[in-house]
């Protein structure tokens, strides 16, 4: 059966079964003072990586299931065997934060010896500097949160003024070093302490902010216009870590740590619940989970690269992939509450259908003993567009509702 007809064969049958539990994330990485974590939501707890020379500072990635964290220097843990190798020595001193884009790239934002604070791109061995803030013209501190937008894949930064200085602003920086600013100040808070993820059902971003007295869940649109969500009246870390546990939930949900026990929050209602006691035993300062990590790419030569696609709770199962030029929403809303989260359009048709194995060869296939294929994509014969495009994958297996068992979040490339 060719592929377009299993995913259409997929659907269809998933529009005939009740609707399924929202499930939580299978396992992340939690990065909790001085140590890196393995946690999965049956609650066990497994320390990768200790080290009391860690900055608390530190925030992290996933680079096809290795940890990359910024402390000072750049690092790569391996969970496999828990060795830890130097990245790149940057020497920021404790500020850091760090991000892999669809060229394997690192992205990384702190206080660069030389150039001061901005964002900085880490190819290899060579460091390139995207833009300062001396550059943009702005005196803000780039030491918040980093995050890579989905919808155009630039990257959002949350600049920091100062403790007593008004205009924390959140900047959307394009790859070429071009930025926009979305909210001139986020919040009035003296003390913010910035993580944020993003809804892809709806584009927002929700921000953490600590206050004096309380903390904020902070709603910032495209638009700019912030709302806040909810606030506690808990210590100051209630939401410094927020992590989006969204691929398989009907609604978005945050995920967040706080003295041992781990949260999550419905980004429609801001119900905050329990998800499971005693993750840690020291306030966490960062959560990322493998499902936000299915699809990642590493470019090999200009315009060509190749796809890395890992499922590793699904070892041996058949896969489907495709790619969309024209947006994330609405997707496909399916009857037990997923969500596709790719337009269908003609290239989506093409590629599922593999009628174009020149430019997309990912699938349709089968996941390897560790749950995990690779695909090739080649852009080569074209000119840099600067067009965002997505790529999904979709896991197929019969007894699971509609026959999908995982489907991934969107992978956002720029070509």
Not at 52 to 67: E, K, L, Q, S, Y
Request: charged share 15%; glycine share 10%.
């Amino acid at each position: 059966m060719k592929s377009h007809a299993i995913l259409l064969v997929a659907l269809a049958a998933l529009a005939l079964v009740p609707p399924a539990a929202a499930q939580h994330f299978s396992e992340g990485y939690l990065l909790s003072g001085t140590s890196i974590q393995l946690m999965t939501d049956k609650g066990t707890i497994t320390t990768l990586f200790d080290n009391p020379n860690v900055a608390h500072g530190a925030r992290m990635d996933v680079d096809n299931r290795h940890v990359v964290f910024a402390v000072g220097d750049l690092f790569r843990l391996d969970p496999a065997t828990r060795a830890v190798t130097t990245v790149m020595a940057f020497g920021f001193g404790s500020d850091g934060n760090v991000i892999v884009d669809h060229h394997g790239d690192y992205l990384v934002t702190g206080r660069h010896p030389s150039a001061g604070y901005g964002l900085f791109r880490v190819s290899g061995t060579t460091v390139t500097t995207v833009i300062t803030t001396a550059q943009m013209g702005l005196n803000i501190f780039l030491t918040a949160g980093l995050h890579l937008d989905i919808d155009d894949g630039h990257f959002m930064v949350q600049g920091y003024a100062g403790k007593s200085a008004p205009g924390h602003p959140l900047l959307s920086i394009a790859p070429d070093g071009t930025f926009q600013t979305i909210c001139v100040n986020v919040s009035s808070t003296s003390t913010p302490n910035w993580e944020f993820a993003q809804d892809i059902a709806t584009g927002d971003f929700y921000v953490g902010v600590q206050n004096y007295d309380r903390t904020e869940l902070i709603q910032v649109a495209k638009n700019g216009m912030t709302t806040v969500c909810a606030t506690s009246n808990v210590d100051l870390d209630m939401f410094t870590v927020i992590g989006a546990d969204r691929a398989s939930a009907a609604r978005p949900r945050l995920v967040h740590p706080y003295r041992g026990v781990l949260y999550t929050t419905d980004l429609h209602t801001f119900a905050t619940t329990t998800m499971f006691l005693n993750a840690v035993s020291v306030t966490p300062r960062c959560v990322d989970f493998y499902r936000g990590r299915n699809i990642q790419s590493v470019r090999t030569a200009t315009g060509k690269y190749t796809l890395h696609l890992s499922f590793p709770d699904h070892p041996g199962k058949s896969y489907v992939a495709a790619m969309g030029w024209t947006g994330v929403r609405p997707g496909i809303r399916l009857n037990d509450g997923r969500r596709i989260a790719l337009n269908p359009d003609a290239l989506t048709l093409a590629t599922v259908a593999n009628q174009v194995p020149a430019l997309f060869r990912p699938g349709p296939g089968t996941l390897d003993a560790q749950g995990e294929a690779r695909g090739q994509i080649d852009v080569s014969f074209l000119p840099p567009l600067g067009l965002p495009v997505h790529v999904i994958a979709v896991v197929l297996d019969g007894p699971a509702p509609g026959g999908m068992a995982l489907i991934a979040d969107p992978f956002v490339m720029i070509l």
